[in-house]
């Protein structure tokens, strides 16, 4: 069974930094892209950053470009989302989600539990 | 990037009723359109990929079509286990977008 679990939110000021983390087993970890997805309290899904199966490739949204990092470490079988510059925006429950390729493909499928950030004075 | 837009945003029924969820595409997608069920406190759950083909485990009553741009979700005959939100999310192009949701609730 695939498992996919979220660690490292909490609450940060503007400006602030944080680090994610996703620990996954009951897959062959290296073989998918994984990726980070966000929900904003009431809103939909907003796919974040993806990374290919090898950490060679990798997505960002214009949301967050230049100021979240996604990578992963695969002797390690988990993904990281380092987050830098922390926005008011940027509160979300941030989920991690298997790829079903080594690239992303846009589906998503399972996510972990989610983790929640809350950016705030 | 290609907008998704849901219709209802929000639907009441009861159980046994057939419904329908539609989402459109602001420009043509194929059938690269997925459902995901998203319920209280949880993850979302990726329910149909491919405008119509069901996930495993996902119950027959469920079902996709559509192509293009306009796409639909039915749902048969609800059971109680189906109040949930609904999200429709295109994997045409980057960045995949998902619909704003149709919250289905109980009458």
């Known amino acids: 069974e695939v498992q996919l679990l979220e660690s490292g939110g909490g609450l940060v000021q503007p400006g602030g930094s944080l680090r994610l983390s996703c620990a996954a087993s009951?897959?062959?970890?290296?073989?998918?892209?994984m990726s980070w997805v966000r929900q904003a309290p009431g809103k939909g899904p907003e796919w974040v950053s993806g990374?290919?199966?090898?950490?060679?490739?990798?997505y960002s949204a214009d949301s967050v470009k230049g100021r979240f990092t996604i990578s992963r470490d695969n002797s390690k079988n988990t993904l990281y989302l380092q987050m830098n510059s922390l926005r008011a925006e940027d509160t979300a429950v941030y989920y991690c989600?298997?790829?079903?390729?080594?690239?992303?493909?846009?589906?998503?499928?399972?996510w972990g539990q989610g983790t929640l950030v809350t950016v705030s004075s | 990037d290609i907008q998704m837009t849901q219709s209802p945003s929000s639907l009441s029924a009861s159980v046994g009723d057939r419904v329908t969820i539609t989402c459109r595409a602001s420009?043509?997608?194929?059938?690269?359109l997925n459902w995901y069920q998203q319920k209280p406190g949880k993850a979302p759950k990726l329910l149909i990929d491919?405008?119509?083909s069901l996930q495993s485990g996902v119950p027959s009553r469920f079902s996709g079509s559509g192509s293009g741009t306009d796409f639909t979700l039915t749902i048969s005959s609800l059971q109680p286990e189906d109040f949930a939100t609904y999200y429709c999310?295109?994997?045409?192009?980057?960045?995949?977008?998902f619909g704003q949701g149709t919250k289905l609730e109980i009458k």
């Open positions: 989600a298997k790829g079903v390729e080594y690239f992303w493909t846009g589906l998503f499928d399972p």
């Open positions: 990374i290919s199966g090898d950490g060679l490739s990798i």
């Open positions: 999310q295109e994997s045409y192009s980057t960045p995949y977008t």
């Open positions: 420009q043509s997608i194929n059938r690269y």
């Open positions: 491919a405008a119509s």
């Open positions: 009951g897959f062959v970890f290296n073989s998918y892209a």
